[in-house]
């Protein structure tokens, strides 16, 4: 069975503070990785797929790398309005579904 | 906006009842998922229809099914309702290809007292 794991659980940011968000997974052939942003009470909402090791994307003030066992959400310089819960998801090669991650919540300060 | 609707926002109902919740996919997507997710659970993968046929099941309960229409739109009946069933349900759309990103609804929040 697909499986992920987040880390760290919560993270608290000042304004301009960069850190980075983790996520290991282990899945039966992975089909494609993915990282969502969720606010309170709203759909998650897609930011990045990611699809073989050594792959990049960017957007904005986040970046998100993959390698063979996890992946990394590099938040860049954050603003409050960055402030949001950060969903890894998998998809393996059996099926369609997305296995998902607990979650990190990130906060950031003004 | 996604391009994924889901009604009603929020319902609130007994133990006991039966509810149906109902998802509109986005314009050309065939692929239609449910997920729920809860305080203690995460999100949790219950079940997926593709052009009105089952594809694949997570854990979703007997007690919990659901349907693709013709028009593409999905319903998902929770009968017997629990405590425990209380929870964010969403629905989630794409078009199924080699690699599938998937775009999530709103959601309904559902509270069973």
């Known amino acids: 069975e697909d499986q992920v794991t987040q880390s760290p659980e919560a993270l608290r940011l000042q304004e301009g503070e960069s850190s980075s968000l983790n996520c290991s997974y282990t899945?039966?052939?992975?089909?494609?990785l993915f990282w969502y942003r969720q606010d309170p009470g709203k759909g998650p909402e897609f930011l990045f797929t990611?699809?073989?090791a050594g792959e990049e994307k960017e957007k904005e003030r986040l970046k998100a790398t993959l390698t063979k066992k996890e992946s990394f959400l590099h938040i860049t310089a954050p603003k409050p309005e960055d402030s949001a819960t950060y969903l890894c998801?998998?998809?393996?090669?059996?099926?369609?579904?997305?296995?998902f991650g607990a979650g990190t919540t990130v906060t950031v300060r003004a | 906006d996604s391009g994924v609707t889901q009604t009603p926002k929020h319902l609130i109902t007994a133990t006991g009842q039966r509810v149906t919740l109902r998802c509109s996919p986005r314009?050309?997507?065939?692929?239609v998922y449910w997920y729920q997710q809860s305080l203690d659970q995460g999100l949790q993968f219950l079940i997926q229809?593709?052009?009105?046929?089952?594809?694949a099941k997570g854990n979703i309960l007997e007690r919990f099914s659901a349907q693709q229409f013709p028009d593409l739109h999905s319903e998902l009946n929770l009968s017997s309702l629990e405590l425990g069933d209380s929870a964010l349900y969403f629905c989630?759309?794409?078009?199924?290809?080699?690699?599938?990103?998937?775009?999530f609804g709103p959601g309904t929040r559902l509270l069973v007292l």
């Open positions: 229809y593709y052009n009105g046929e089952e594809r």
């Open positions: 990611l699809y073989s």
């Open positions: 998801a998998v998809q393996g090669s059996n099926d369609y579904k997305l296995s």
């Open positions: 899945v039966s052939g992975l089909r494609g």
């Open positions: 314009s050309g997507d065939l692929s």
């Open positions: 989630a759309s794409s078009v199924e290809g080699q690699v599938d990103t998937q775009y």
